[in-house]
Structure formats: C-alpha cells, structure tokens
T-cell receptor, first 116, second 114 residues
Framework: EADIYQTPRYLVIGTGKKITLECSQTMGHDKMYWYQQDPGMELHLIHYSYGVNSTEKGDLSSESTVSRIRTEHFPLTLESARPSHTSQYLCASSGSLRESNTGELFFGEGSRLTVL | QKEVEQDPGPLSVPEGAIVSLNCTYS??????FMWYRQYSRKGPELLMYTYSSGNKEDGRFTAQVDKSSKYISLFIRDSQPSDSATYLC??????????????FGKGTKLSVIP
C-alpha cells in the first residue's frame, strides 16, 4: 500500500473560487508529480518537483501552481477556478533510480474537481 | 504521432478468457516499459515492468515487448472479475542527470464478466 494521500477526494466548487489540492507522502521521496486525467485521455503531467524548492511545469500547460516547501508536501493551487479545470488530479511520488531501479511512480487516489 | 498509443477500448470479456492489451510507441531511445492498473476511483498502481524484448511473466500476467515493431503487450490468462480495471501502458525514458520521464498511453478499460 503506497503512503501517498490526497485531499479532498471530491470537490464541487463555483467559478472564480480559489482551491488548493493537498498531497502528502510519507516515503521520503524526492520526486513528486501532479497529473491530470480526463476520461479516455492520457495521463498528462502538469507539474513536477525533484526536491524542496524545486518545481517545474510539465508537458500539459496548466493555470495551476505548485509549491514544495517540505519534502513530504506538494500542494496544487488554482487561484480562480473555471469549468475548464474540471478534471481528476492525481499526485504521485517516486524515489531515486538507486532506490527503486524502475522509477516506479506511487499514486494517490486522486482529487476529482468539478467547477460549476 | 503520440509517443505511446493505446486503444482505450472498452474491452469486455467473459471470465476465464485470455486478454490481450496492446500499445505502440514511437521513440526508440533507451527505455523500458511499465503496465499500470487503475481501479475505478483509485490511482494507478504498478503491475509489471520490462526492460527488454521478449516476455516477462508474473502469475497470470505476461508482459511482452517487441522492439523491432515498437509494440508492447500485456496478456492476462484466466481473467477474473477482479481484473476489471483500466490498464495503462507507460514508457520510461531516462534523460540523464537523474532526470527521467514516464509517458502514459490513454489506458484500456477492461471488464471481465462473470
């Protein structure tokens, strides 16, 4: 069982609201990721971090922002939610290649966001 | 052309059937491949990974890579209703200096009917 947690699991919110999706892992992993997943579509990487104070944008452009102040915590924030932000957001972490030998990603259960 | 192509299905089979799930990829850089399984309302979890061409078995599951045709497959023998999930293939590529990338297919939704 992976020790990576996301809250909230489900969120319905009105347009224009600020939201923060929380992600925490207890595995001591340096690398953390945010993916966006829509039905029938690929998992798209929107943000990643290779350590504290390191954040990068992923392949898919996103209006969200992330921060990495602590190793275990990687929150994602939308300053002003819009209906186009409706999606499932998956957080993941991975250890070094020396640790896992595969770069395996451990995923949280996801946060399903609906913006009305 | 997308880096990893996967037919999203859905695929519905009777219990006990042999299931074949397939992906193609376009980039031949050093890499290996993973299969993730995602149950409804859960995050994906690693099922199998394979480095090289040929087969890798784990119980009822066999992962197969054909690098000459850039084709990867996952076979499930004696499929069970508990195998009902979305299966995502992923290509791992290493870009040096500790950086690597995992590129996912769309996932194939499998239903095994009792």
């Amino acid at each position: 069982e992976a020790d990576i947690y996301q809250t909230p699991r489900y969120l319905v919110i009105g347009t224009g609201k600020k939201i923060t999706l929380e992600c925490s892992q207890t595995m001591g992993h340096d690398k953390m990721y945010w993916y966006q997943q829509d039905p029938g579509m690929e998992l798209h990487l929107i943000h990643y971090s290779y350590g504290v104070n390191s954040t990068e944008k992923g392949d898919l452009s996103s209006e969200s922002t992330v921060s990495r102040i602590r190793t275990e915590h990687f929150p994602l924030t939308l300053e002003s939610a819009r209906p186009s932000h409706t999606s499932q957001y998956l957080c993941a972490s991975s250890g070094s290649l020396r640790e896992s030998n595969t770069g395996e990603l451990f995923f949280g259960e996801g946060s399903r966001l609906t913006v009305l | 052309q997308k880096e990893v192509e996967q037919d999203p299905g859905p695929l519905s089979v009777p219990e006990g059937a042999i299931v074949s799930l397939n992906c193609t990829y376009s980039n031949s850089a050093f890499q290996y491949f993973m299969w993730y399984r995602q149950y409804s309302r859960k995050g994906p979890e690693l099922l199998m990974y394979t480095y090289s061409s040929g087969n890798k078995e784990d119980g009822r599951f066999t992962a197969q890579v054909d690098k000459s045709s850039k084709y990867i497959s996952l076979f499930i023998r004696d499929s069970q209703p508990s195998d009902s999930a979305t299966y995502l293939c992923a290509r791992f590529s290493y870009s040096g200096a500790g950086s690597y990338q995992l590129t996912f297919g769309k996932g194939t939704k499998l239903s095994v009917i009792p």
